[in-house]
């Protein structure tokens, strides 16, 4: 496997939804910041030609740039357009892969992007192999990967035996967020923080990731994952590997990659106890769910981490579609002083000092800390000091991601092992699991989720423009 950058940019799906909302998007942003200059060949089985995917990509910026308030760079775009190529057909149709063959004329190192339901992977892997498409490629996969343990092993096995290890580019878009790259970074450029992460100083975590809207038309999809696969399996637990990972032993996306792997064969495998399912009321209405589903809109799990570091600590992990924001916010309490010096130590609602990770939908890091209040008396308040605030101006996660599978970078994208390692942690509540609880929209969820994390304050629910407090 060459670590060149790639060539030529195929990605399968070029009229899906997908596209629209973040392909050609974060193809354009390219363009203008990087200067992207190569082959960009669409593949769908639509009956297009090229000259209605330039169209199609025309309106999908021109829509990015309605919502973002800006405008179209007319001569970036026009680049991007002219690099647009097209071809239709029928992914079981050998033809297909010949046509896209004779497409990459001379390139030599093409990115293969799967953006397209998983169960088509297995086809269009075999059917670049078959064309001579894929020898010296990379291929990059949308998640789910996977359904379950069983499926993701299979998936896995299918890009090996056509692709090499480090040419498979597992993209999880959550993982292109800057606020989850400062994790990692906040984490181990601080040598502050090193003395107090573990069980000694820990009590909890809790990380909370909520979505004010429904299913919004994709019933018939969501229908069929759940909240547990959609969300909690990956994102989630991607950002407790984040936070509960070792120091990496060097500076490399290796390293990164192996201590994530060891934290999630350190969690405990989840028991039908530690979860809770709800569904919003009116989801069964949604378009595409099947009649009395009891698919979960909403998860909450209590989960621990069998290692030297995290021994006891639990960690509170929720998500949920209806709920009462769109926000995505960590926080890590730590244990009280060992004594009582002063009456008002414990703070307002039993709060001990924190560390609190706003992800969206502004970013910021903050620790709260009690400061004496004027006078005599020995009383004060807590108070919490921003570290970092969002900044303008920052590449998409699509385009960050995109940009590092063209270049070879695997740092930001997701291994084999963390991914069949998950799996095992979710695999015994797939299916043996108590049903989904009705919930209001715009609540916090079912209130059976509070029993979870009782014994720890209760969840601490994110307060969206709020001054720091």
């Known amino acids: 496997m060459t670590t060149s950058r790639s060539d030529a940019l195929v990605f399968f799906g070029a009229t899906g939804d997908l596209a629209y909302k973040k392909i050609f998007p974060a193809l354009l942003a390219m363009v203008q910041r990087d200067g992207l200059d190569l082959p960009i060949i669409g593949v769908a089985h639509s009956g297009w030609n090229v000259k209605q995917l330039r169209q199609r990509a025309r309106d999908s910026v021109k829509q990015a740039a309605k919502d973002s308030g800006g405008k179209i760079d007319k001569a970036a775009f026009d680049r991007l357009s002219?690099?647009?190529?097209?071809?239709?057909?029928?992914?079981?149709?050998?033809?297909?892969?010949?046509?896209?063959?004779?497409?990459?004329g001379k390139a030599k190192r093409p990115l293969h992007y799967l953006a397209i339901p998983p169960s088509l992977f297995g086809t269009v892997v075999q059917g670049l192999q078959q064309a001579g498409c894929a020898k010296h490629a990379r291929v990059v996969v949308e998640k789910p990967f996977g359904h379950d343990l069983a499926s993701a092993q299979a998936l896995n096995q299918t890009l090996r035996s056509v692709f090499a290890d480090d040419a498979i580019f597992r993209i999880d878009h959550f993982l292109g967020k800057e606020a989850i790259m400062n994790?990692?970074?906040?984490?181990?450029?601080?040598?502050?923080?090193?003395?107090?992460?573990?069980?000694?100083?820990i009590a909890s975590v809790e990380v909370t990731l909520a979505e004010q809207f429904g299913v919004q038309g994709r019933g018939s999809f969501y229908d069929g994952t759940g909240c547990l696969r959609d969300v909690i399996q990956n994102h989630l637990l991607q950002i407790v590997a984040l936070l509960a990972m070792e120091p990496p032993a060097y500076q490399g996306f290796g390293a990164v990659h192996a201590e994530k792997a060891k934290v999630f064969q350190a969690m405990r495998p989840l028991q039908p106890d530690d979860l809770v399912r709800g569904q919003y009321r009116g989801y069964r209405k949604e378009p595409g769910v099947q009649k009395g589903s009891d698919v979960e809109t909403y998860c909450a799990l209590r989960l621990f981490i069998d290692s030297w570091r995290w021994g006891g600590v639990p960690w509170y992990l929720r998500s949920g579609k209806c709920l009462a924001d769109t926000v995505a916010e960590i926080t890590v309490e730590l244990k009280p002083p060992p004594q009582k010096l002063f009456d008002d130590a414990v703070t307002e609602a039993g709060r001990a000092n924190y560390v609190r990770f706003r992800l969206s939908p502004n970013t910021a890091v903050a620790l709260a800390a009690r400061v004496k209040r004027a006078g005599k008396e020995f009383i004060g308040d807590q108070r919490e000091l921003y570290l970092m605030e969002q900044e303008t101006g920052q590449e998409s996660p699509y385009e960050r991601l995109?940009?590092?599978?063209?270049?070879?970078?695997?740092?930001l994208f997701t291994r084999e092992a963390a991914v069949e390692a998950a799996w095992r942690v979710v695999e015994p509540v797939l299916h043996n699991h108590r049903p989904a609880i009705p919930y209001r929209a715009g609540s916090w969820g079912p209130k059976q989720a509070d029993a979870l994390i009782a014994a720890d304050g209760g969840w601490h629910n994110p307060v969206l423009d709020e001054p720091p407090r």
């Open 82 to 104: 002219a690099q647009l190529q097209y071809v239709d057909g029928d992914y079981q149709d050998a033809a297909t892969f010949a046509r896209l063959k004779q497409a990459l």
């Open 183 to 201: 994790i990692l970074y906040f984490r181990f450029a601080n040598s502050f923080l090193e003395p107090i992460w573990n069980r000694n100083n």
């Open 402 to 411: 995109l940009g590092d599978a063209i270049a070879g970078d695997g740092a």
